[in-house]
């Protein structure tokens, strides 16, 4: 089986079900585990714009939503040379990788057979688990993907078990982007409410939107989680540290004056991988430390003292 993932969940996901070595091409943005930057990489973006600022890098989509321009590009003659049994593409977010329409258009143009192409758009975490499985009957390893997706469920009843029904829920916000400020949708929302608390101002399931900081400081949040989606931690750390400090009213925050602000790898909870899990564990660590001593995987939460 010749795999190509064109994006970073899945290629995680075929890492996880053991097929590392049957995958053939990737994302420009597949960055994990490490043997996956050695891959041929097969979709790219239009634009570098990861050295732009947060509100340049949204003024770009903004402008390519408005004008229906594409963010990213197949390399065709590379997908030719490279010729896939399986494609994993997505109809989740634009912003983060190439479209399924994309896919379907340019492997019609270049391939002269038909590929399996397999398009996952999950927006619970019932539906990661599931794209789990999918992919892996697709890669012909079916039991490996019931048996990883098994192992993740068990990682997720375990947190929920350890909140249980009667423990306090603070007010929790999660931001996906800084500058404009907007929250967290999808799965993130029902992981806040698995690990033990309550983000009113998103919908699980739900997409995410933009906020106004006077809705924040009205919401006033006892948790605050920063995850601006893609960024590295010192990415994240420098960002939170120049877009929210010296916002009117940050101070007054409960989160701020709490100690109980938390800086998340924001390359981590907005990818649909096995990976979602250990975001749950960290923010259950972060809300109820005195509840999770034992759990370890929480490696992509760091805490701002600042």
């Known amino acids: 089986m010749r795999i190509c993932s064109l994006l ?5 996901i075929v890492y996880a079900l053991g097929l590392g070595d049957q995958l ?35 003024g770009i989509v903004r402008q390519a939503r408005a004008n229906s321009n594409p963010l990213y590009w197949i390399d065709g003659a590379l997908l030719r040379e490279l010729k896939p049994d399986l ?13 399924s329409g994309s896919v379907f258009e ?8 038909q590929p399996e192409i397999l398009t996952i758009r999950p927006n619970f975490v019932a539906d990661i688990l599931q794209n789990v499985r999918n992919i892996a009957t697709e890669a012909g390893v079916p039991k490996s993907g019931a048996d990883l997706a098994e192992s993740l469920q068990r990682r997720v009843q375990t947190v929920v078990n350890g909140v249980g029904n009667h423990v306090e829920r603070p007010r929790v916000l999660c931001l996906d982007w800084l500058d404009p400020l907007r929250n967290t949708g999808q799965w993130v ?3 806040v409410e698995l690990a033990g608390g309550e983000e009113r101002l998103a919908v699980p399931g739900g997409l995410s939107r933009e906020l106004t900081w006077e809705e924040i400081v009205e919401y006033a949040p006892e948790y605050l989680m920063v995850m601006p989606c893609g960024y ?10 120049e877009k929210l400090t010296d916002l009117t009213g940050w101070n007054e925050l409960p989160a701020v004056q709490m ?22 564990e960290g923010l259950a660590r972060a809300m109820h430390p005195q509840r999770f001593e034992g759990i370890t995987s929480y490696e992509v939460l760091v805490k701002d003292r600042s």
């Open 8 to 12: 970073p969940s899945a290629t995680e």
């Open 24 to 58: 053939v091409g990737v994302s420009h943005a597949c960055d994990y585990p490490s043997d996956a930057t050695a891959k041929p990489v097969v979709s790219q973006s239009v634009r570098q714009i990861t050295h732009l600022s947060s509100e340049e890098i949204d």
């Open 87 to 99: 494609i994993i593409t997505q109809e989740l977010c634009e912003v983060c990788a190439i479209d």
């Open 106 to 113: 340019t492997a019609a143009k270049v391939l002269d057979y």
């Open 189 to 191: 929302p029902e992981l």
């Open 232 to 241: 590295d931690p010192d990415r994240v750390r420098q960002d939170a540290a």
């Open 259 to 280: 100690d109980q602000v938390f800086l998340f790898d924001g390359r981590i909870p907005t990818r649909h991988g096995p990976r979602v899990v250990d975001v749950l």
